[in-house]
């Protein structure tokens, strides 16, 4: 029987742990899975995050509304102490908008086949996570370690949401078919990798590698490890101890997924 995940336990435990992190780390210190930010960065973004999706859920904002208050929202200063009582804000903010409607209450999000409030919950447990396992990197620290069971919802977040961004309509080819295994909870996905043309967010993108969540079909390659280390994979934060085996061929196309990044 699988553990109901405790998301508001999961997004408090893991926001307060990435503010634990980056008080004693170097502020100009670089973030290596997000190289373009330094510490400081990450603790401004994670602070727009939970403000942005407070407001989205709190105040059920939608369309003009919400590029009203994006156009509206103060810069983040940059002294750290400012930013850690901020984010600390915006997190209770965050929580406390959450629990005051249904999960299955309509809200605007920017996946189209999900427009809930349970969407919010899921994506912040696991991009909370993510950032969290961002700032225990930055700060030279060994990665804490990541509950089986929300690790394994998050392979199936990164599946049925963060992969699937290609347009229906665009021009796809199958490459491959691959079969993602958590060892240690049991849990297992089967997923084709493709190449697609097509627009998508304003832009033209032309033999672009996928991966699309199957429910049938014969695997040509296994990717496995403990759910944490393929959760940690898939959101290409590390890659230890996965085993790869199979097709030659459709291992390289699941790694040009990777490779291509978290979008």
């Known amino acids: 029987m699988r553990q109901v995940i405790d998301r508001e336990r999961c997004i408090r435990t893991e926001s307060d742990r ?3 992190v980056l008080v004693a780390a170097d502020h100009g210190a670089r973030v290596p ?7 400081v960065d990450l603790l401004k973004h994670l602070t727009q995050v939970h403000g942005f999706w407070a407001a989205v859920i709190g105040d059920r904002l939608t369309g003009p509304a919400i590029d009203e208050f994006e156009r509206k929202r103060p810069a983040l200063p940059d002294d750290p102490a400012q930013l850690q009582d901020l984010r600390r804000a915006a997190t209770a903010d965050l929580l406390n908008a959450l629990n005051g409607r249904d999960p299955s209450e309509q809200a605007w999000s920017w996946f189209p086949p999900d427009q809930t409030v349970d969407f919010t919950w899921r994506m912040q ?21 990541i509950d089986p069971e929300v690790a394994a ?28 295994r958590a060892t240690d909870t049991g849990h297992s996905w089967l997923a084709n990798t493709i190449r697609w043309s097509g627009e998508a967010w ?3 993108f032309t033999d672009q590698p996928g991966c699309v969540r199957v429910d049938v079909g014969e695997p040509d390659a296994t990717i496995s490890g403990t759910a944490e280390d393929v959760d940690l994979l898939v959101w290409t934060r590390a890659d230890r101890n996965i085993a790869r085996v199979g097709d030659a061929g459709t291992l390289r196309e699941f790694q040009a997924v990777l490779d291509d990044g978290v979008r």
């Open 18 to 20: 990435f503010g634990a």
């Open 33 to 39: 899975t997000c190289p373009d930010w330094n510490v």
């Open 125 to 145: 447990t696991h991009e909370t996570t993510m950032h969290r396992v961002d700032a225990e990197l930055a700060a030279g620290l060994a990665i804490s370690p």
């Open 153 to 180: 919802d998050g392979v199936g977040h990164m599946l049925d949401v963060m992969w699937a961004w290609a347009p229906i309509d665009a021009a796809r080819s199958v490459t491959g078919t691959v079969e993602i």
């Open 202 to 204: 304003g832009q033209t």
